[in-house]
């Protein structure tokens, strides 16, 4: 099985900038999809940003123009850069990745903990 480790979070002022990292245990390059969520206390966990097997991307409209997401195969890691950063961008981010075959599976990260605050 997959484990995801996170990496990279800490505390930035506004309009600053972050790059998240993932590491994969395993291989990522069968995966279906792999991308980057977000959780605030009492909040629902919501996709920030995820990427496809086919190279595709999505982005949460909160967050376009602002954080790229990227993966690279070889090292087993997808990467979210983060520029811009604004006070409501603040919470525990997820790393998250999808095998849609059967027998379906999903692995999680542990969360890493972003906060932007002046």
């Not at 991308?35 to 982005?59: D, F, H, M, S």
């Not at 990227?70 to 604004?86: A, C, P």
């Amino acid at each position: 099985q997959v484990q995801l480790v996170e990496s990279g979070g800490g505390l930035v002022q506004p309009g600053g900038s972050l790059r998240l990292s993932c590491a994969a245990s395993g291989s990522i390059f069968s995966a279906n999809a792999m991308g980057w969520y977000r959780q605030e206390p009492g909040k629902q966990r919501e996709l920030v940003a995820e990427i496809t097997n086919g190279g595709g991307t999505n982005y949460a409209d909160s967050v376009k123009g602002r954080f790229t997401i990227s993966r690279d195969n070889t090292k087993n890691t997808v990467t979210l850069q983060m520029n811009s950063l604004k006070p409501e961008d603040t919470a525990v981010y997820y790393c998250n990745v999808k095998f849609l075959s059967f027998p379906y599976r999903e692995y999680w990260g542990q969360g890493t903990q972003v906060t932007v605050s002046s």
